[in-house]
């Protein structure tokens, strides 16, 4: 898709652009606001800390941010005749996004200690299903479920990949903390998944009988996704991707593993593409604020992450919307409204994801690299048809409509890649998975397959063939190996 490509052409450049606008316009006391001009808060400095991620940027800007969180998320959290901003749960979902947006600074002083704090605030403020949108309130929120739930699965991976009984400042102790943890986000999987339509879709509001929404569809998936997504310290799956299930409130309940759950979401999310791929969608439940999801930027991201391509054409309209709003003069995207185009962090941060999420895909799709919307029919793919292992590190390759075999030499590395696909079940394997058999961080994995099908296309004379393919496995994303 040209539009894809173009894009995530201008993506690295206008991310950076962006990035320089916000620090910009840091707040002195280290956070950002929802304008370039606004008051600091928990959830835009949040959202702008992933953008300076995606942009390269760490350092003192980072730090300062972080300082921001872990001294106002539990000021901002306190009712407001006490001198808070509300005890909204929105406050502690997007505060753990933003002290978790940069692993690395994980020991900066008083994150850890902050998270943990966020712990002991959703395990003091649940209800039935999942957390409310502000204490008081007993109906669940399926956007702040949500939002809680997959900030938990990427608190619990963070833990993981520091491993058992380390002491991290503060005084938290990571197999502590992972206790907590885990509780809470099996109650909050219930909660979604109790509130899952038929049709694979999460309506606008809970226990009542709503249209479906495509933005509380889209966030429930992305956090769906991020629990069976994670990997344990041994390499295992961290969450136990069984049946269990799905529905209560509305229609009969099923019985659904969590990865069929964001597979259907992701397919509703396409067939209904017409209703968010160039809009926002207002949220009533948010209190306090006039609160809009970027649809076409939220969906967009949650249709890829469940294995759409981003050269769907059904994306199409809302790769142009995004390239679109792109404001040379702000440093910055727009978001759109019947108010008129501002640039807001709100929609950088979205957006940003988006491009982020297709960047990703295409590199697993080793696509990252092709400038034309098709593959050329001048050089047709090789379709590999039967995969062996060999003697040492040879892989025999059979592809359609050729002669024998084509015998593959590898390196150690890259056959060990193979290897780890080959003996999976079904031939295939989550990258998390695969990034744990080779010990490598799982953003290594799509730059081994690239260079891993680069040697199988020279080994057909230089034709395009892939051995490892892209794909959707136990819901998160993977490879599966051709001929399979």
Not at 256 to 262: A, E
Not at 351 to 377: F, G, H, Q
Not at 394 to 423: I, M, N, Q, Y
Not at 457 to 482: C, I, M, N, Q, W
Request: glycine share 10%; charged share 20%; aromatic share 8%.
């Amino acid at each position: 898709m040209k539009r894809a490509h173009m894009g995530l052409a201008a993506f690295e450049t206008r991310v950076g652009e962006a990035a320089r606008t916000l620090l910009r316009n840091q707040g002195y006391d280290g956070g950002w606001g929802l304008t370039l001009t606004s008051v600091s808060s928990i959830v835009n400095t949040s959202e702008v800390l992933p953008i300076l991620r995606a942009a390269g940027i760490a350092g003192q800007p980072v730090r300062q941010g972080l300082d921001f969180l872990a001294g106002v998320i539990p000021e901002h959290s306190r009712p407001r005749p006490k001198g808070g901003r509300g005890e909204h749960t929105r406050f502690i979902a997007f505060g753990l996004a933003g002290l978790l947006s940069h692993p690395r600074f994980f020991h900066h002083n008083g994150v850890a200690e902050s998270a943990a704090w966020c712990v002991g605030w959703l395990e003091d403020h649940s209800v039935d299903h999942g957390w409310p949108e502000v204490l008081g309130l007993d109906d669940t929120s399926l956007h702040q479920t949500a939002l809680v739930v997959h900030r938990l699965a990427e608190l619990r991976d963070t833990l993981h990949e520091f491993g058992p009984g380390l002491l991290l400042p503060g005084g938290v102790e990571t197999n502590s903390l992972l206790e907590r943890v885990e509780p809470l986000i099996d109650h909050g999987v219930y909660g979604l998944l109790y509130h899952r339509r038929p049709s694979g879709a999460w309506g606008w509001r809970t226990y009542v009988d709503t249209d479906p929404s495509p933005s509380k569809t889209a966030l429930c998936l992305l956090a769906l996704s991020a629990v069976c997504a994670g990997t344990g310290p041994g390499g295992e799956p961290s969450y136990r991707d069984v049946p269990r299930e799905a529905g209560g409130v509305h229609g009969q309940v099923q019985r659904k593993r969590l990865s069929d759950v964001v597979v259907e979401a992701g397919q509703w999310l396409l067939h209904n593409h017409h209703r968010w791929e160039e809009f926002v969608e207002d949220d009533k439940d948010v209190q306090g604020t006039a609160w809009e999801h970027m649809a076409y930027a939220l969906c967009t991201q949650a249709a890829i992450r469940a294995g759409a391509s981003p050269r769907d054409p059904r994306l199409a309209k809302a790769w142009k919307l995004m390239n679109d709003l792109w404001d040379p003069e702000a440093g910055l995207w727009n978001e759109p409204g019947a108010s008129g185009k501002r640039a807001t962090i709100r929609a950088a941060y979205y957006t940003v994801s988006a491009y982020e999420e297709a960047a990703r895909r295409l590199a697993r799709m080793n696509l990252a690299d092709t400038t034309s919307e098709d593959v050329s029919e001048t050089s047709a793919e090789m379709v590999i048809v039967h995969v062996a292992l060999g003697p040492g590190r040879t892989v025999l390759l059979r592809a359609r409509d050729s002669e024998g075999s084509v015998a593959c030499e590898l390196s150690d590395r890259l056959f060990d890649v193979v290897k780890a696909v080959h003996d999976a079940p079904e031939a295939a394997m989550a990258t998390e998975r695969i990034a744990a058999k080779l010990y490598v961080a799982p953003s290594s994995v799509p730059k081994y397959v690239q260079r891993l099908n680069q040697a199988v296309s020279a080994a057909f004379g230089g034709a395009p063939t892939r051995l490892l393919l892209a794909s959707t496995v136990d819901g998160a994303s993977g490879y599966r190996l051709a001929g399979q």
